[in-house]
Structure formats: C-alpha cells, structure tokens
C-alpha cells in the first residue's frame, strides 16, 4: 500500500559487516528521523544512538578471556519496567531481566516463553493460554496467572502513564485467570498477531500488588527491578561520568538451553557518546549506537568488527488533514501531491547525517513478507509539482503562492537531533522554492510528541499543520500499519494526521484477521 500523497519516508540500511576478523564486536545503529525513540524488535544489547555528534578520539583496543561480558551504551536507566521503559537504555536491560508469554523465534514468529502453549477460539476473539509450571521470579517465587492478570490491570487503568499505544490497545483486551496456570483473552475484534502482542514483559504481582497505576513510574522496583529472566538484577553504582548495572545469570531460568553462558553481563551506562566510545577496550568490550562520525573512527581501528541493522522503523512527514477551516489545502490530494514531488530525497538523504537511510514508498517496510516491491516510487519532479498547484489555483504571486486571499502557509514540526534539525532545514527550503512559504519549529522529543496527541484548541484535529515523524514497528514482527493509518486511530490513537479512507480502513481490518 502506497500513502505517497500523505507521507515522505526514509528507512535505515541493509545489515552489513565490516572489519577484521577479531574477538571484539562493536554494533552500531544508524540514525532515522522523527519524533521517537529507535525500537527494535529482536531482543538483545541494542543501543539508542546518542544525540552527541562530537567526534571521539581513538579507543585503546585490548582483548580479554573473561567471561564476563560488558558493553557501553550512551544513555541512562531511569524506568526499567515493561510497561514504562521507551529510552533504547531501559528497553535494553526491560529484554534481558523480564520474560514476556510469548517470544520469537528465528523466523520472526512467537512461540511460547512464559507460556507452554495457547489455543484460539474459533471467532478469533478468544486466546486461552497455559502457562509453564517451572518459571519461578528471580527472588524464587512460582510465576502464576495472578501475575498477568496484575499487569494487564495496570495497562488497563485509566491511570497507567506509560506509552500510550500500549494503554490503547490493552484497554481493549479483557484478561481473566482461570486457574494458577491459565490466563484467557478476550478481544474485541479478531487479530491475527495478538500472540506477539504477549511478548510484553510481565511483572510480578507478589512485589507491585499495592502499587496504584499512576504511581508506578515513582516506585524503587524501576531501579531494582525482579523479573523471571535469562539475567537477574545485581546492583546499580553510579558514578560522576557513568553508571554501572550488573547482572548475573538467572540459575533457576525455566528454559536451560536460553541459559546465559557468561558469569556476568557489564553494562555501563554513559552521559556522553565520546565517553563511551573511548571506553572500548578499556573497562568495555562492546559499544553499540554509533553516529556517523564515529563510524569513520571505528572503521579505522584495527580489531573492531562493525554491524549494522535495518530498522523496523520509518520516518514520515504528515500533513493535518482534520483543519479544513485552518488549513484548507491539505484537504486537497494535490496539493499533497505537489508537495510529494517537490522533495528532491537523494538529495536529503546525501549529507554527512542522512547517508546512512534507505528511501521508501511503502508503510509496509521492505524486507517484512507483506512489502510489495512493485510499488512505483514518487519521482523528485518541482515541474509537474508546480503545475498541479497551478491548476489547482494556488498561483504564485510574488515569492508565496495562494489562492482566494488564503496563503499556501504552514509550519512543519522536527525534532531537535541534528539530523532533524537539518533534514528539516532542507524541506523547508526545497518547498520554498516552489512558493510554499514553510516555517520550521524545532522541539524536543516530548513537546513533539505532546504537540502530536493534544486536539488543536479550535477542534480541528491536534495541535500541528505539518510534522517529520517517526512510526516504530519495534513491538511487532507483523508489518502491521493499523494503528498509524485506521481511520479508527484519528481521534485519540497514532494516526496523527487523521488519514480516513474507508477502503484502506476496511483492507487493514481484514488483514488483521
């Protein structure tokens, strides 16, 4: 499905390697523009990438045969809770000490975790699920039904201050404890992927059972936390420059196999991205999360190994389709489409910040089995772009175009990372030049997110024209673009832009099925 007339997106890089053939391992992610935190799907040490850009000096390369393992990462543990972590730093150490009901396998499809097995209605609309009966806390307490029902009723509270996608989706799931080792769902609709739903970590009610929803983010458990994972929490030492988070492999884990094979896992946690960097080789082994400019460094040193990792994310601009009264043009598909072919995106996409993203037509991302790659791209064309506004009346007099007294006038909302910044800077000036007078406003990640949610003060939609945005299928395997585009998620949801087409609706709802 092509939304090319509301939407301009870019994707991170193919995974490649790099590097000789040495025992230390260095992952690096690359940077992709919007509002948000960078997801990823697979569990594992995945580093959100610093906003520093300074250039790092050269690490010291040593080589170790402990077996303890450490790595850096630039950021700092705040919330490490399941239904509260969004910085990469939490969402690291949230896979490594919780255990979801599910988890994926290799394919990218769930399989049990916490759960032995799950049976479906026939409706599709109720999941009844078996737990195991080995998983134990790691304070060495049985896990039971109790457990998930406790979380459930956390993310169903109207409370609950976590991400709002979570809140929005559990608050329509329905979750009863059968007995101490069944756990049933009962959804509103049917939803092919609601197993992946469950790979959410679950919290243990033993600990938390006194804890009201709203007061959750405050509670000690976030900075000591107890979990049924692989690792369990050691302890926490700060420093002037870092934080250090021991773990130590969980004995009791249920499933031998997973066991982690190191005696310890040093994460150490720092302010700044040259810090960190410099690290290597010193008190870390590993460091993931690199800008560009550190990129060319690391490629340098000798002994490092180099990944990188395509992004189950993309970056969008979207335009406010809910203000016809406030801005009349952005009802208009040509207008959109003008605007589409105005952007030169190689050309975005060339500078020392940007080089590293792929292009894409498609909110269905490349690589993910539902992409269809016969999708014709949107061509860079300020000709045919012109031409459509002339048509549609928006003539150019003077340096702004406008029509019936009303100016081809908005401002577009970026981030404030330095690639934002400047991937903004261009858009705007690429779209002056074809009389389309832009003002760039630059805001930090929660002002931009807040800027998004909140309903614009004379009811028209929320409170922006235009805006770069980040949409993050790190939750999912599935490539599900419901709860972006559903006409359903206008009002209070992720369909920031209030996208309604009731033919794309009711294709995204079979799809789910």
């Not at 109207?158 to 404890?177: C, I, K, M």
């Not at 929660?446 to 909140?454: A, G, P, S, V, W």
Request: charged share 25%.
């Amino acid at each position: 499905m092509a939304m090319s007339d509301n939407e301009l997106p870019t994707m991170p890089e193919e995974p490649s390697t790099a590097g000789p053939d040495r025992p230390m391992r260095l992952r690096w992610q690359l940077i992709l523009l919007g509002l948000g935190l960078l997801m990823i799907a697979a569990g594992g040490l995945y580093l959100l990438l610093p906003r520093s850009a300074a250039r790092p000096v050269e690490p010291i390369v040593t080589f170790t045969e402990s077996q303890v393992y450490s790595e850096a990462i630039v950021g700092e543990p705040a919330l490490v809770n399941p239904l509260l972590a969004s910085s990469q730093a939490d969402l690291d150490l949230v896979e490594l000490v919780f255990s979801g009901l599910t988890r994926l396998d290799e394919f990218g499809e769930p399989i049990p975790d916490l759960a032995e097995n799950w049976e479906v209605s026939p409706d599709g609309l109720t999941y009844t699920f078996t737990l195991r009966s080995d998983a134990t806390w790691h304070d060495g307490v049985p896990f039971t039904a109790d457990d998930v029902t406790f979380t459930m009723s956390l993310l169903r509270d109207p409370r609950f201050s976590g991400p709002d996608d979570l809140a929005t989706f559990w608050r329509t799931v329905e979750t009863y404890a059968d007995d101490e080792r069944t756990v049933r769902f009962v959804l509103t609709q049917p939803l092919a992927s609601f197993p992946e739903y469950l790979r959410i970590g679950i919290l243990p009610a033993h600990i938390l059972a006194g804890v009201e929803a709203a007061d959750l983010p405050d509670d000690p458990f976030n900075l000591s936390p107890v979990g049924t994972g692989r690792l369990r929490w050691a302890s926490l030492e700060e420093g002037r420059d870092m934080t250090q988070v021991r773990l130590i492999p969980y004995e009791g884990f249920y499933d031998p196999a997973r066991r982690v094979r190191f005696d310890e896992v040093d994460l150490y946690f720092y302010r700044e991205a040259a810090d960190a960097f410099s690290a290597l080789g010193g008190d870390v082994q590993a460091l993931g999360g690199l800008t560009p400019a550190q990129l060319d460094a690391v490629l340098a040193s000798p002994g490092l190994e180099v990944y990188s990792a395509r992004l189950p994310v993309y970056a969008a601009i979207i335009f406010n389709q809910q203000a016809p009264t406030r801005l009349p043009f952005f009802q208009e598909e040509s207008v959109r489409r003008a605007l589409a072919l105005a952007l030169n995106r190689e050309e975005l996409l060339s500078t020392e910040l940007t080089r590293h993203l792929l292009l894409t037509d498609s909110t269905v991302l490349p690589g993910t089995w539902a992409y269809n790659p016969a999708l014709t791209p949107t061509p860079y064309d300020p000709e045919q772009a012109a031409q459509l506004l002339d048509e549609a009346g928006w003539a150019l007099g003077g340096r702004i175009r406008s029509r019936e007294e009303v100016p081809l006038s908005f401002t577009l909302l970026v981030g404030d990372r330095p690639a934002d910044r400047e991937l903004g800077q261009s858009i705007v000036e690429q779209w002056q030049a074809l009389g389309v007078d832009v003002t760039l406003e630059v805001l930090d990640t929660d002002e931009l997110l807040d800027r998004l949610q909140t309903p614009d003060r004379d009811g028209e939609g929320r409170d922006f024209d235009a805006a770069l945005v980040e949409f993050s299928q790190g939750r999912l395997a599935d490539p599900d673009p419901y709860p972006f585009w559903h006409e359903s998620q206008a009002d209070s949801g992720q369909n920031y832009s209030g996208f309604a087409d009731r033919d794309i609706s009711e294709a995204l709802e079979i799809a789910r099925r």
